[in-house]
């Protein structure tokens, strides 16, 4: 009776936990964070703010957006100077329009791609179950973390006029072409894309009831699954 009495006031502490306790707790107490979330999955507050979040970053990345578009025009060899000056009048006008305005759309999209693989990955393969509203929550909440990634990339990329973050580790390879599979690898290894998937795979490990080892290791197994898809597409195309 005691027990069941404990379990039943432990359960009303974690639906007591507001939207701003969960936010500060994905940075500071994820474990405990994600196992609210699990019991009381709500995905709508992080979506938006990292939606939002994503688009005033592409407002104010605009000119290094434009400039590397820029950059990739003068390099066509096909194109003639005349050419080169329409298609990059074109190129800025476009992006001036979509650089915010992407994130819009891309990003909700981009989380529920995830939440579907990591919902398949857990209620299929690993025959455990959860709700798509909690895998999903998961991946909403533990996306806050760029918003911190944008708070200190931002301000550099924009003062730089470049699009590649400050946090990963491309300066290793100062001269290595933007578009090369080894400049794609290091821009990968990124601070906070790291931290991003630790907290995923503590939220699937909450959503599962699986160990913390285990849903880090799911989650960075489908990420090292998108790097290495993506290096030999751009081992192909490079």
Do not use: C, H
């Not at 003639?80 to 999209?109: C, D, G, H």
């Not at 821009?187 to 630790?198: E, G, M, N």
């Amino acid at each position: 009776m005691a027990e069941r009495q404990s379990v039943q006031a432990a359960q009303t502490d974690e639906q007591a936990m507001s939207i701003f306790e969960r936010f500060i707790g994905v940075f500071v107490s994820p474990q405990a964070t994600f196992q609210n979330i699990a019991r009381n999955p709500n995905w709508i507050f992080p979506l938006l703010l990292v939606t939002l979040a994503g688009a005033v970053s592409g407002y104010f990345l605009q000119d290094a957006i434009v400039n590397m578009a820029r950059e990739q025009i003068t390099q066509n060899p096909n194109l003639s100077p005349e050419q080169m000056e329409e298609a990059a009048a074109s190129v800025e006008k476009f992006t001036r329009i979509t650089a915010w305005l992407m994130p819009l759309l891309t990003t909700p999209i981009m989380f529920l791609v995830i939440a579907g693989i990591l919902m398949l990955t857990g209620n299929v393969f690993l025959g455990a179950e959860a709700r798509f509203s909690q895998v999903f929550s998961v991946v909403t909440w533990s996306s806050v973390i760029t918003i911190l990634s944008s708070i200190v990339n931002v301000p550099f990329m924009r003062a730089q006029g470049v699009l590649n973050p400050l946090t990963n580790l491309t300066f290793l390879a100062p001269n290595a072409d933007f578009q090369s599979p080894t400049f794609f690898l290091l821009q990968q290894l990124d601070l906070f894309y790291i931290w991003w998937v630790v907290l995923m795979g503590m939220g699937i490990a909450a959503v599962y009831q699986f160990t913390v080892k285990k849903g880090i290791t799911i989650v960075a197994s489908w990420w090292l699954v998108y790097i290495l898809v993506s290096l030999g597409f751009k081992s192909l195309f490079s």
